[in-house]
């Protein structure tokens, strides 16, 4: 008997094409198979601005 599952390829497709379009660099895309929730997860290859803190440790360590 085939198990049927609460979202299809197109849920997926849409949901990266928004948030693309929305600016977010998509790193991993995560489906509960139960509920068919899609969670979308932004690649880190934009990390946080540097603040002073962070500027002291690359400048002091070591």
Do not use: C, Y
């Amino acid at each position: 008997m085939a198990h049927k599952v609460p979202f299809k390829q197109i849920d997926i497709s849409r949901a990266v094409k928004g948030a693309t379009r929305a600016g977010m660099e998509v790193g991993r895309v995560e489906i509960d198979p139960v509920t068919g929730k899609i969670i979308l997860v932004a690649s880190q290859a934009n990390p946080d601005p540097e603040n002073d803190l962070d500027k002291w440790i690359r400048d002091n360590a070591g």
